[in-house]
T-cell receptor, first 112, second 113 residues
Framework: KQEVTQIPAALSVPEGENLVLNCSFT??????LQWFRQDPGKGLTSLLL?????REQTSGRLNASLDKSSGRSTLYIAASQPGDSATYLC???????????FGEGTQLTVNP | DAGITQSPRYKITETGRQVTLMCHQT?????MFWYRQDLGHGLRLIYY???????DKGEVPDGYVVSRSKTENFPLTLESATRSQTSVYFC????????????FGPGTRLTVT
């Protein structure tokens, strides 16, 4: 059974700092990996989708990498801003079936 | 409005009552999904649908019923609500399976008393 782990569970940084969020998964037979952002009381917003054949994806200040063989992904946020404060979730889609398996998220606070 | 919407946004119901959560998407996505989000468990898939009239169980389907008579709608029914079904429910859709992103609705917070 696929398990997705995100460490740390919570992170607090000062504004302007570059930071890395980690995601690990136990079964490397994945189709893709998706990073989401969730604001309190809101739904999930898709940030980046990395296909299993890709090593990284970039969108603005966000860069996500994928190392399928080691079962790891990282989300790099450059020059963090208070508006980046949210919970960040990663989810993997396995090669069989349609479900996403989610980690429990990293709650990020960026202090002004 | 374009996108994926859920209704109601908040619902309080009593144990044993039937309640239906609605999900509507305007993108004509083939796939639709229902997840629940609970502390300590993250998001878990309840049911999904690959197309109209095609549905399949996810990780935690017990106590739930779904239907999909139209591509754009995917209602989730709790036939006899229990306290353990108190949760935040998210609907999602995807253009197709495989390489495509899933897009999520705003969620329904359900409390069963």
């Amino acid at each position: 059974k696929q398990e997705v782990t995100q460490i740390p569970a919570a992170l607090s940084v000062p504004e302007g700092e570059n930071l890395v969020l980690n995601c690990s998964f136990t079964d490397s037979a994945i189709y893709n990996l998706q990073w989401f952002r969730q604001d309190p009381g809101k739904g999930l917003t898709s940030l980046l989708l990395i296909q299993s054949s890709q090593r990284e994806q970039t969108s603005g200040r966000l860069n996500a990498s994928l190392d399928k063989s080691s079962g790891r992904s990282t989300l790099y946020i450059a020059a963090s801003q208070p508006g980046d404060s949210a919970t960040y979730l990663c989810a993997v889609k396995e090669t069989s079936g349609s479900r996403l398996t989610f980690g429990e998220g990293t709650q990020l606070t960026v202090n002004p | 409005d374009a996108g994926i919407t859920q209704s109601p946004r908040y619902k309080i119901t009593e144990t044993g009552r039937q309640v239906t959560l609605m999900c509507h998407q305007t993108w004509s996505h083939s796939y639709m999904f229902w997840y629940r989000q609970d502390l300590g468990h993250g998001l878990r898939l309840i049911y999904y649908s690959a197309a109209a009239d095609i549905t399949d169980k996810g990780e935690v389907p017990d106590g739930y019923v779904v239907s999909r008579s139209k591509t754009e709608n995917f209602p989730l029914t709790l036939e006899s609500a229990t306290r353990s079904q108190t949760s935040v429910y998210f609907c999602a859709s995807s253009l197709r399976d495989g390489t495509y992103e899933q897009y999520f609705g705003p969620g329904t917070r359900l409390t069963v008393t």
